[in-house]
């Protein structure tokens, strides 16, 4: 049994067939807590960022685009994210997602209801869910600033920056 965190996003296809609701709602049956959450128009650099792993699979290119949400047009073109904590987050958290492939996926979990391959073969599988700890803190480091979660999870130091431009309410 441990404290862990880790990154759940829902992807673009979860927005445009408005499973935000359904999606946090399954979710919440594993009682975790949410330290962080936020919309994100995903960067192509985000994206490979996101997926390094993967840069060598043919599957990749349409990955990418699939992220990034561009295919599916305006005001759908991001994700949601969130960083969860909790005892044995991820496990639960993955058991709720499902498996990879949308159908090989137990029809209950996330990706076996609402997920589906596309005929270009791309796994149009609704969330993204962190693999294990490592990969989580890469990735939760990679999505948030510290600022932007309500939990020290990770040790951070203090830089100043100048002449850095920040928008600001005005
Ligand atoms: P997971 O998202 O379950 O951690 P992964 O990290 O192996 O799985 O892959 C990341 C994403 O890449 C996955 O959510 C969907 C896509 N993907 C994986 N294998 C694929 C395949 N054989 N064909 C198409 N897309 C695939
Ligand atoms: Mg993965």
């Known amino acids: 049994m441990a404290i862990e965190q ?6 673009p296809d979860g927005i445009k067939k408005s499973l935000t ?3 946090l709602t ?18 192509r650099d985000l994206a490979e960022a996101h997926y390094y792993h ?12 699939y992220i990034q949400g561009e295919v599916y047009g ?3 073109d991001r994700v949601l994210a969130f ?23 137990d029809p209950v979990s996330i990706r ?4 589906r391959i596309t005929t270009k073969g791309v796994y149009e599988n609704v969330v993204h869910c962190s693999s294990d700890p490592s990969e989580a803190e890469r990735e939760i480091k990679l999505w948030f600033k510290p600022e932007e979660i ?20 005005a």
């Open 6 to 11: 880790l990154l759940i996003l829902i992807k």
């Open 21 to 23: 609701g359904n999606i």
């Open 26 to 43: 399954k979710l919440s049956e594993a009682r975790m807590v949410i330290i962080g959450a936020k919309a994100v128009r995903v960067s």
């Open 54 to 65: 993967l840069k060598d699979k043919p599957f990749f290119g349409g990955l990418i685009d």
């Open 74 to 76: 305006k005001p759908w």
């Open 83 to 105: 960083v969860y904590r909790g005892e044995d987050a991820i496990s639960k958290m993955r058991k709720i997602a499902g498996e990879t492939n949308p159908e090989e996926a």
């Open 112 to 115: 076996g209801a609402y997920g």
């Open 150 to 169: 309500v939990k020290r999870i990770y040790p951070v130091k203090k830089i100043i920056i100048e002449k850095e431009e920040k928008a600001v309410w």
